[in-house]
């Protein structure tokens, strides 16, 4: 029988290991049933496997790799542990503390112990134990190689069950630990307890405008097509981000207003306007004939100061 890893990934929290026992308690992930053989172990045995066995169902009670770690560290509900060959902590670790070069293989287990028949596959109220086992390096899960299942798509609809939840609890490790918490730690070469400076974070998906829309600022037309406009072939890459369709191409309307048909005179007498050649505009003299052009200047006290007038 060939070892098939449960899940490819990062178990960085107790609710990325609660996700995963969920689908395998409810067969949607599969759950392991031996050992990986000496000649399975360098393909299996690397980052982003998860494992998870029933030990009453499997028959595994010690899970064997072929591996030689460091001794176990308590992470809140799990037992971690690091790879021995690297008990030698190098140069760039220790000043810097890049861990985005530390390619060590990291080791990082749980174990849920069940007393209740939905958590049980014989479907009987009696105690077993459900373990997981996944690995991982820093490199691969802060520069965004690993998605934690929290993450994941497949799991977005998943319910965890009560009695999960409560054997969680009931664990002899993390009792007051929250399920999100400790999620991107590690053992470094000190094998001290680490957290993991992440500079590229799990992406989040926000609404925002759609790139195109700042890639034309200035230009009055945007390209055909526009994306998210209706009708548009690019709309799906966006319906994730835009919770309205985005507006067509806009418009813009650059006729003039109209000429006034009436004007008010310095008399203050109505008047029909008559002259519609603007080509020739009356001398600057002719103050009443000027305000027939641009009645609107007539309401401002610095008219006649501007064209020299007394009043």
Avoid at 155 to 166: G, P, W
Avoid at 281 to 304: M, N, Y
Wanted: net charge negative; proline share 9%; charged share 20%.
């Amino acid at each position: 029988m060939t070892v098939i890893p449960t899940y490819h990934g990062y178990i960085g929290s107790t609710a990325d290991a609660m996700l995963v026992v969920q689908q395998v308690l409810a067969r949607k992930l599969p759950a392991v049933y031996q050992r990986p053989s000496p000649t399975e172990r360098s393909q299996l045995i690397c980052s982003g496997n998860v494992f998870v066995f029933v030990e009453r169902h499997s028959g595994i009670r010690r899970w064997t790799d072929g591996v030689s770690w460091s001794s176990s560290r308590i992470v809140g509900r799990f037992l971690v542990y690091r790879t021995k060959h690297d008990d030698s902590p190098s140069p760039l670790a220790t000043v810097t503390e890049d861990v985005s070069n530390d390619h060590s293989l990291i080791k990082k287990s749980l174990s849920i112990t069940t007393t209740t028949a939905d958590l049980n596959f014989s479907g009987e109220a009696k105690r077993d134990t459900i373990h997981l086992v996944s690995y991982y390096t820093p490199h691969d899960v802060v520069t965004g190689k690993l998605s934690r299942p929290v993450e994941d798509a497949q799991f977005s609809d998943v319910v965890i069950r009560d009695s999960l939840r409560q054997a969680l609890r009931d664990s002899k490790f993390g009792k007051r630990v929250a399920d999100n918490q400790g999620a991107y730690t590690y053992v470094d070469a000190n094998h001290d307890v680490k957290e993991m400076v992440m500079p590229y974070p799990p992406l989040k998906r926000h609404k925002s405008a759609p790139p195109s829309s700042f890639t034309n600022v200035g230009n009055l037309t945007p390209p055909t097509p526009y994306p998210s406009a209706p009708g548009s072939d690019d709309i799906t890459a966006f319906a994730d981000i835009a919770e309205e369709p985005w507006p067509l191409a806009p418009t813009f309307d650059f006729t003039f207003p109209a000429t006034p048909a009436t004007t008010v005179a310095p008399d203050n007498a109505i008047a029909t306007v008559t002259d519609t050649t603007w080509s020739q505009l009356p001398p600057l003299t002719a103050a009443p004939v000027l305000l027939k052009h641009a009645p609107q200047l007539a309401d401002f006290g610095f008219l006649d100061e501007v064209l020299g007038h007394d009043g």
